[in-house]
């Protein structure tokens, strides 16, 4: 009988190691922190819930697209819904309860499907950035994101919670604005991305790791395994353009091409070019040009083969040649 009610917390026992039944004090103690516990359990479960009933969301497309393409091969937009970043954020916070679903970007650089995007039910704004692409886009959408956020606190001042999606730092301001405001701040981000001398995630009450948000498997990759295909590429283009006046085979196309051929992220594609240059497998040489728009000729900058390369390629040859055997 005692092992019953000791199981169920309503035996005391002695210091002696004596088990005795609670006398009707303790007993109105006992049921009285058990009450406290429960109502402060509940009380955190509502707080919780209150603070996610009017949710805004805002994403800083441009950084997000742009970081999770060239870095990990994965579109934002994925078929894949477990994959989907739009899908995953309308599942996480229900759709009764978001008042606000934004994605910020420069539209004409993106290459989405902007339909696919409206069917989600995504607020699209388009920002201007400055027309170009990689390293030489200059990302606005920031700036446009934080002026609507701050907007939003004061055109409808019931939003409780406030989530931001981007791939670095640069909402760290506007997260930090309004956790003072009094607002519930999450926060979806890429680590590797984000500034090594700030902790985003401070200036958020849940952080959550894109990558693992959407399953995204970080690959490892080995340069050495792409190396013939890099070859094999340049050696086409110059069979093809070799002695064509009108096209150089220059840095910028060369490495955007490999990426798309060989099908690895930018980093991977700055490693590999870096790889064969310094280990003269391609030469950067002098190609006449001929410039349709001046009617005129010049000289450009542009790849070829170097012999440590031709002779890579016809021992890859030889190789495969004598596997077929």
Known sequence: MLDNLQANGLIVTEPNGARRRPTPTEMVNMLAETIGETAMKSEKVWAKHSQLENVAIYVDYDNVYWTL???YLHDPDDKN???NLFTQLWNTYDRDNVRVFKAFGDFEQIACDMTSLQKKRIQLRHVYANGK???HRKNASDIELCLDAIETTYT???ISCYVFVTADSDMIPIMSRLMYKGKHVELYYVPSAASKHYDITSY???AVDLLEFLNIQVKEYNIEDYI???LEFIENWERKFQENPEVFLGRSWLFMKLREVLAIPESACSQLL???ETNEYILLDNKKYYDKIKDEH????SYRLAKKGIQCLKESNKESAAAKQ
């Open 69 to 71: 393409k060239n870095s």
């Open 204 to 206: 958020a009450h849940r």
């Open 133 to 135: 692409k990689d390293e």
């Open 228 to 230: 013939i295909g890099a």
């Open 274 to 276: 870096e790889f064969l």
């Open 156 to 158: 409808d001042p019931n």
């Open 298 to 301: 010049t000289m450009k900058k």
């Open 81 to 83: 819904l477990e994959k």
